[in-house]
């Protein structure tokens, strides 16, 4: 990445203040293979026209697609002492008031009833379908399904297979349009925009 060719994805300036910088691959990039040295550079800046915050880094735009096929999850990986269904478990236990997700989720449903009811979207027939784009963790879309919605997720990790078993449709692939040979009622990027080369493109 040249990062003086780099531009807000958001309004295009190419000028940005720093905020942090760092000069060592961190656990993520030594797993898949970056090294340490003179040409290192990884950094988060703020655009000074719009105030978008984007990162900034040396490495291969590419290696980004294996850490998260490959690493991120594993539990072969040094940060993950337990399996990806372990957390999911650990995660799903919490109590409504110590759990982010089911706070966000309820405020998502009662959102989406004051949609319809007050016109601004006509109800359709249950049960919906909600799609969680990275959901590989399976903590959003277990927690969303009920009665009237159905929880389907798409992501490349291997770490994600568990969520079969609990009878959540799962693609283990890069979300790509066309994916899908049916509509959703509701698309959910719970933390996966950050994680995107090209968010201006999904």
């Known amino acids: ?3 003086g060719k780099i531009k807000c994805q958001i309004c295009g300036c190419a000028s940005s203040k720093q905020i942090f910088c760092y000069k060592k691959p961190d656990k993520y990039e030594l797993s898949v293979g ?21 990162s900034l880094y040396s490495r291969d735009t590419k290696i ?21 269904e372990e957390r999911f478990k650990k ?15 309820d405020w998502i ?12 979207l006509k109800k359709g027939k249950a049960p919906f379908k909600m799609l969680d784009i990275g959901g590989g963790s399976g903590v959003f879309a277990y927690e969303f399904r009920d009665k009237n919605w159905k929880s389907y997720v798409i992501d490349p ?8 078993k609990l009878g959540i449709p799962l693609v283990q692939e890069s979300y790509k349009p066309g994916k899908f040979r049916y509509k959703f009622d509701l698309i959910s990027l719970n933390y996966a925009l950050e994680h995107m080369k090209n968010p201006e493109k999904c």
């Open 91 to 105: 995660i799903i236990s919490l109590p409504a008031k110590g759990s982010e997700t089911k706070f966000r989720i």
């Open 109 to 120: 449903k009662k959102s989406i009833s004051n949609i319809w009811k007050d016109g601004v």
């Open 64 to 84: 980004l697609d294996s850490i998260y096929t490959l690493a991120y999850r594993s539990t072969a990986s040094s940060w993950r002492k337990e399996t990806p």
């Open 34 to 54: 970056v090294k340490p040295g003179k040409g290192y550079f990884r950094k988060w800046v703020c655009c000074t026209r719009c105030g978008f915050y984007y």
């Open 1 to 3: 990445m040249n990062e």
């Open 157 to 164: 990790n291997k770490g994600s297979i568990f969520l079969r």
